[in-house]
């Protein structure tokens, strides 16, 4: 059949587009910037068309053809994300009607119960009744938890688990939770696809345990091989304060924990497994908890993670156009440009700047680059903790850090957009020049800001003093790390 695939940014969308493709369907995504999906290693047997759910014009040409259409998007962590999602949800119901679609298939959260659920939840519900009520029939799979490498809820277990031995967390630590393996999801998600047309309504799904959110810390300690936590659960510690929490010991932001934590304020229980009637539970069984959290360590592990959460987060704000000194009209431009010559290929010297970040550091004064995270998460902001997906590749698209990559041309140009909190927008440059005469390379760094009123030009004044330390040393040492690539390429071309 012909998939639409909305989400194909983000974590489930991300993984589900290639596993279509696998089962023989013709994929479409729908994503706001095609380019987006540029590096993704499916995007090549994938129809990429650009359109936005909030614009209904943009819509005809991407349902045109489309027997299902996935429903994977969210405005979390946007102003009024609840009327967006609304706006969004109505315009693609109305579209998929209008192209003839036969199935649309909604991955949203638990239900929500009572009058204090969260606006999270209660916005995932409404997204669902719109579809349900709309002319197209329609299959909601409703998951509390997902667990998988690379989750926002994995990850804020993860670090939560790892990083306090000890820890006093709110009483929602008690509440019964059942999560559910990626890998459960998606096969769901793919087999409603060929779900008959009388089939619609809302399922719970869910894996085979029932925990509380402590017992998955403790038994998350257990797979990881740490020793058994101490939790004290308290009354004071709200949502709110919880977030604030969340925020600062993993990498997920507040904007992001709060309705994660929110939605683990009241039990996520499925209330029925009716979904067995028609999609059978595998042979075995769906994954308990822990062969899900040891299939997500495993990834993290060797380096093999598809997706993250981060991928889809913040503002998917066009590259073009870069404040460029001869071609920028919007306003004052402050850039810092350093250049070095490398005595080293330039593929030694790509390989270092690719590897940017995460674990590899930003080869400069590390500590200023750690208090300017800590800074970062104290006013809300993402800090350095999202990391990067693989070691050693990048893509577009992703986050790195405080950084999203907004344009890569591999062994010339790396380019960051800066997501921390800023009075104004920046990017960070990288470039790689071969010369040709000597086989050696010239590296090229620039820093970009664009200041926003009084307090943009304010803080550029402020951080330039620092700027010498900061980008003079990670050009130094960019160069100097590509140097001792190339010496120890040819040490061991002699040793062997």
């Known amino acids: 059949m012909r998939c639409l695939v909305t989400g194909a940014t983000g974590y489930i969308g991300g993984r589900l587009a290639p596993r279509l493709l696998a089962d023989g369907h013709t994929v479409r995504c729908l994503a706001r910037r095609?380019?987006?999906?540029?590096?993704?290693p499916w995007?090549?047997?994938?129809?990429?068309?650009?359109?936005?759910?909030?614009?209904?014009?943009?819509?005809?040409?991407?349902?045109?053809?489309?027997?299902?259409?996935?429903?994977?998007?969210?405005?979390?962590?946007?102003?009024?994300?609840?009327?967006?999602?609304?706006?969004?949800?109505?315009?693609?119901?109305?579209?998929?009607?209008?192209?003839?679609?036969?199935?649309?298939v909604y991955l949203g959260g638990p239900e929500p119960v009572g009058t204090t659920t969260s606006p999270h939840l209660r916005s995932r519900?409404?997204?669902?009744?719109?579809?349900?009520?709309?002319?197209?029939?329609?299959?909601?799979?409703?998951?509390?938890?997902?667990?998988?490498?690379?989750?926002?809820?994995?990850?804020?277990?993860?670090?939560?688990?790892?990083?306090?031995?000890?820890?006093?967390?709110?009483?929602?630590?008690?509440?019964?939770i059942q999560p559910i393996a990626v890998r459960d999801v998606l096969r769901y998600l793919c087999a409603a696809a060929t779900l008959p047309p009388q089939v619609d309504r809302a399922f719970d799904i869910g894996g085979p345990d029932v925990l509380t959110f402590r017992e998955m810390m403790q038994r998350y300690a257990r797979a990881a091989g740490l020793r058994r936590r101490i939790i004290v659960p308290v009354r004071p510690l709200t949502p709110g304060l919880s977030s604030h929490w969340v925020g600062l010991i993993t990498p997920v932001p507040s904007g992001i924990a709060r309705p994660l934590v929110e939605s683990l304020v009241h039990e996520a229980v499925a209330h029925e497994h009716d979904i067995a009637r028609h999609i059978p539970d595998p042979e075995g069984g769906l994954t308990g908890f822990d062969e899900a959290v040891r299939l997500a360590l495993a990834r993290i592990r060797d380096a093999d993670v598809e997706t993250r959460w981060s991928t889809a987060s913040g503002p998917d704000v066009a590259a073009e156009p870069l404040p460029s000194d001869p071609d920028w009209s919007g306003g004052s431009v402050y850039t810092d440009v350093r250049e070095r010559s490398v005595a080293a290929p330039p593929a030694a010297l790509w390989r270092v700047i690719e590897g940017v970040g995460g674990e590899h550091g930003w080869y400069s004064f590390p500590l200023a680059w750690s208090v300017r995270g800590w800074l970062d998460r104290l006013v809300g902001g993402v800090g350095l903790r999202r990391g990067r997906r693989d070691p050693h590749r990048l893509q577009i698209g992703e986050a790195l850090d405080f950084w999203r990559v907004e344009e890569i041309v591999p062994g010339r140009l790396l380019r960051l957009r800066a997501e921390m909190r800023l009075p104004g927008r920046a990017w960070l440059e990288m470039r790689v020049e071969p010369d040709e005469t000597t086989g050696h390379s010239r590296y090229v760094q620039r820093a970009v800001f664009l200041p926003r009123g009084l307090a943009g030009h304010a803080y550029w004044a402020g951080v330039a003093p620092f700027h010498a330390v900061v980008f003079g040393g990670m050009a130094r040492n960019i160069a100097r790390g590509a140097e001792g690539q190339a010496a120890d390429g040819v040490d061991r071309a002699v040793g062997g």
């Open 125 to 176: 519900s409404e997204v669902g009744r719109i579809l349900l009520a709309g002319e197209v029939p329609t299959v909601v799979l409703r998951a509390a938890v997902i667990i998988g490498s690379g989750s926002a809820s994995f990850e804020m277990l993860r670090y939560l688990t790892e990083r306090l031995p000890v820890m006093v967390t709110p009483r929602w630590v008690r509440n019964r």
């Open 34 to 40: 095609a380019g987006r999906l540029r590096d993704v």
């Open 43 to 104: 995007a090549a047997g994938a129809e990429i068309v650009e359109g936005d759910l909030r614009r209904p014009e943009t819509l005809p040409a991407a349902f045109d053809g489309v027997e299902v259409a996935y429903y994977l998007v969210h405005s979390l962590g946007q102003d009024r994300f609840e009327a967006a999602d609304r706006e969004a949800a109505t315009n693609f119901a109305a579209a998929a009607h209008a192209a003839g679609v036969r199935r649309i």
